[in-house]
């Protein structure tokens, strides 16, 4: 059984383009252009032609993991290099109970009924590879079945593949060298891939941490340079700042981007223009087409099928009557170089799941249960760390094959399984780590399984809802919320009970009351638009425009946020509570009016620099009414010759900005500081000192 303090790998490879697609969402929020990024790159008038005048571009880089690996290894280069965890071509002892010819068989049993059903031939009369082939016993040189994650160039031209075993890949390159894994260099070449490609433009589609597609029609345009040039520059300097080569493709839509990387590779280019397009695709296989995989094309070449060109001949009707609707409108399409669907910039996440087929081997029902609680611990990480909520729950077990051995043919393998998936829908979607690993436990026991026959299992959460599809309260809301309840208490209490002791909070200034009166005039237009700010009450702007990231930001207007939080000070505390009529005359007569200052003019120092504080730490769009209250602020202390403090909340404001690192922030406070400058010089003829 999996040790309890081991952790569950937080990164695999199936669900890494799920974690750049949530990097991309963030960059489209946080990311701010380096000033002058354009002027490096030359303006040279783009020349070729792509299909309607579209320039999709297709990045991928060059055997990723071998490359992330070799950079602390350069005497390797040029050598035949596959990523495993083995290092192959050392026997181990035979392992009691272990029949690798039955298991074996039935693996290619059930891959040949595959194919049975998806071509209608006879399994006998299919001829097909598998990856069992040419493994030997375990025992021997070539019987390792540590698969390979990644391969280089020198090893594919040994016929070595990603996916393979290493005994069969030592069959065919006996001088095959291993490196092993570095998630941590992973991480830091994806993510430094993503920023780079991301200073240029947001139009960007993740497929997985090192590839991508990119929409760039607009950024061509506005900077007015040829594709050639901004593809080599591009991946000069993707090498230059991860040590890892990267091919691109660039054609009229995905299809075409992704064709030309593979005849780009490796590191290099290729520009599949309008004229190209029918001569080229004319000769591509079928197998490399994307969504084909070892059925369809098992189905398609025995139909007489290989390449694109051969399947022009076939009608769109004969093409969906053998393939289906879906399949064969697509391959329709496909080889003809087409493809209708657009890059997708928002992906939408449709589950959080996570899975081990590997090292589970159960002696009771206590250590399964006790299993089922740490994938679900880890599942609801996951879900927290996407925030997202789910109403549909499924459970997956492998359970060994009653043919297959009890002994797999990998050590501590799944082996040959049947696969079990039963789900549980919920009336509410949730994220409650309690509610999950009850209903994973509830669904497991209904199954009845023998644990000792359990070789893996997997927690996916489906029919997600994003954390904050309700609106949840700020802080700001959360103290008009407060106000509004203590202005229902005292709209509902009789004016002619005079015996109440209100609370101290009960009196509220003049002021305040005729900003709460307007908030319950317009109550009733507040509950019809659904789409306003959780925070300020303000609507949700429209859809952010995508594209290179903008060189200034607009701050919307709305009704003042700050005024609103600054209004908590001038609660009066120590009156008592009155009629409103006889107060109302009571202030004429006793209490003088007096005109106190608006905004942060009316507050000490000391209550500024906290406001200021919560208003950054906030998390929302900085307004340019609130920018404008500060501004007046500080140009206040400037004429009253306030310096020293000045400094201290200029400095402050630069550090607070410095410390978010939003575009936003930074560009209102050179907003700010300018306009404090000005100020300044007109006083005193010279700048404030500011730390750099």
């Known amino acids: 059984m999996r040790r309890r303090d081991e952790k569950f790998p937080d990164n695999g490879f199936e669900a890494w383009g799920g974690y750049m697609q949530a990097k991309i969402a963030k960059l489209e929020e946080q990311y701010c252009v380096k000033a002058g990024k354009e002027e490096t790159i030359s303006n040279i008038f783009n020349g070729l032609k792509f299909e309607k005048n579209k320039v999709i571009m297709h990045i991928d880089m060059d055997c990723f993991f071998v490359s992330v690996g070799l950079r602390n290894r350069p005497d390797l280069r040029g050598k035949p290099i596959a990523v495993t965890h083995s290092k192959g071509g050392q026997g181990r002892p035979k392992r009691p109970g272990v029949d690798r010819n039955t298991e074996f068989r039935l693996y290619k049993q059930k891959l040949g009924k595959k194919l049975e059903k998806a071509t209608g031939m006879p399994e006998d009369e299919i001829v097909f590879e598998s990856r069992v082939d040419d493994i030997a016993d375990e025992d021997e040189k070539y019987g390792s079945m540590s698969e390979i994650a990644s391969c280089s160039y020198e090893a594919r031209a040994k016929g070595v593949g990603n996916g393979m075993f290493m005994g069969p890949a030592l069959r065919l390159c006996p001088d095959l060298q291993t490196i092993p894994y570095d998630f941590e260099g992973y991480k830091e070449v994806a993510y430094t891939l993503y920023n780079t490609v991301a200073q240029y ?113 076939l009608t769109l009707a004969t093409l969906k009557s053998q393939l289906g609707n879906k399949t064969g409108a697509q391959l329709f399409d496909q080889c003809r170089g087409r493809d209708p669907n657009p890059l997708t910039f928002h992906t939408i996440r449709k589950s959080v799941s996570a899975e081990v087929n590997y090292g589970i081997r159960f002696e009771n029902n206590n250590q399964c249960l006790e299993f089922l609680k740490q994938l679900s611990a880890e599942v609801h990480s996951r879900m927290l760390q996407f925030k997202v909520l789910g109403k549909c729950i499924t459970l997956k077990l492998m359970v060994r094959d009653e043919e297959a051995p009890v002994e797999t043919a990998k050590f501590m393998g799944h082996g040959f399984c049947n696969v079990i998936n039963k789900s549980t829908s919920l009336n509410n979607a949730t994220n409650d780590l309690e509610i999950i690993t009850k209903e994973v436990i509830s669904i497991c026991k209904k199954q009845n399984i023998d644990p000792k026959e359990m070789r893996g299992i997997g927690i996916q959460i489906t029919k997600l809802e994003p954390v904050n599809s309700k609106p949840s309260k700020g802080t700001i809301n959360k103290f008009l919320s407060s106000n509004k309840t203590i202005s229902n208490k005292k709209e509902s209490r009789p004016n002619t009970d005079k ?194």
């Not at 009253?640 to 909340?649: D, M, S, Y």
């Open 499 to 692: 015996s109440h002791i209100p609370l101290e909070s009960d009196t509220i200034s003049s002021d305040f009351k005729v900003e709460k009166k307007l908030s319950t005039t317009s109550k009733s237009k507040v509950t019809t638009h659904r789409n306003k700010s959780p925070i300020l009450g303000l609507k949700s702007p429209p859809g952010k425009r995508r594209g290179r990231p903008p060189k200034k930001i607009l701050l919307p207007s709305s009704k003042k946020p700050l005024v609103k939080l600054l209004q908590v000070d001038n609660v009066t505390r120590d009156l008592p509570f009155k009629d409103p009529m006889i107060r109302n005359e009571v202030h004429k007569e006793v209490v003088p009016s007096v005109e106190k200052p608006k905004g942060l003019l009316g507050l000490p120092w000391e209550k500024v620099r906290e406001l200021l504080r919560a208003w950054l730490e906030s998390g929302q769009t900085p307004l340019q009414c609130d920018i404008d209250m500060i501004v007046a602020y500080l140009q206040d202390m400037v004429v009253n010759k306030n310096t020293e403090k000045l400094f201290v909340l200029m400095n402050f404001l630069r550090r607070m900005t410095k410390e978010i690192g939003s575009c936003d922030w930074l560009k209102v406070y050179d907003s700010i500081c300018e306009q404090v400058q000005n100020a300044m010089i007109a006083v005193y003829g010279k700048k404030l000192f500011i730390s750099d």
């Open 201 to 313: 433009t947001l139009d960007i589609e993740a497929v997985s941490c090192d590839e991508m597609y990119v929409d760039c029609t607009e950024l061509l345009t506005d900077m007015n340079i040829s594709v050639q040039s901004f593809a080599t520059m591009l991946r000069e300097e993707i090498k230059r700042k991860t040590g890892c080569p990267c091919s691109t493709g660039f054609g009229g839509n995905r299809l075409q981007a992704r064709l030309a990387t593979k005849r780009a590779k490796p590191d290099g280019q290729f520009f599949l223009t309008e004229d190209l397009i029918e001569d080229f695709i004319y000769e591509i296989k079928l197998r490399d087409l994307p969504g084909v995989g070892r059925q369809t094309a098992h189905k398609l070449e025995s139909l007489g099928h290989d390449t694109c060109g051969s399947l022009q001949s």
